[in-house]
């Protein structure tokens, strides 16, 4: 808690504030959902009227210093994008189905084996083998360091 008068005045200041952009932030993501979710479903008139209201939320965000300036243009330019990208939906008639296709029971109850099993067993054997041979070379140089010099002169003078 502040104590101090400009500060006290300062913290009302900034809560009003946050208030206010909060609002205008809340009303640019809106815009921008329903622009989004109009292009999805394929409705261009919708769409085109949702986007111009989305560009225009974002502005004024923009202006008020609410959003960054390249933000605005960044999401602008990807609802622009998807708005070019869309395919209006065109509504089929679904036919039915002249003959029933009938699942066999037995080819469902039967899974297919894997393949990768066996390379985790193939793997498993190469580690082992070579946990082994590293492991014999460190017994080899640990007894050379146990035997004394004179064992040593012996084995160079043979």
């Avoid at 104590?3 to 006290?8: A, E, L, R």
Wanted: glycine share 2%; no cysteine.
């Amino acid at each position: 808690m502040a104590n101090i008068k400009s500060q006290i005045k300062r913290n009302r200041q900034n809560e009003k504030r946050r208030l206010s952009n909060r609002v205008a932030r809340g009303k640019a993501r809106a815009a921008l959902g329903k622009a989004r979710f109009t292009i999805e479903t394929g409705q261009s008139e919708e769409a085109k009227a949702s986007v111009l209201l989305a560009i225009s939320a974002l502005d004024k965000a923009s202006q008020k210093g609410i959003l960054h300036k390249n933000n605005v243009a960044r999401r602008k330019a990807r609802l622009m994008k998807h708005l070019a990208a869309m395919k209006p939906v065109e509504v089929k008639k679904v036919e039915e189905p002249k003959e029933e296709v009938k699942v066999e029971p037995e080819a469902e109850a039967k899974p297919a084996k894997k393949a990768a099993t066996t390379r985790k067993t193939t793997t498993a054997k190469k580690t082992t083998t070579a946990k082994k041979a590293v492991a014999e070379p460190k017994k080899a140089t640990t007894t050379k360091k146990t035997t004394t010099k004179k064992a040593t002169t012996k084995k160079t003078a043979e």
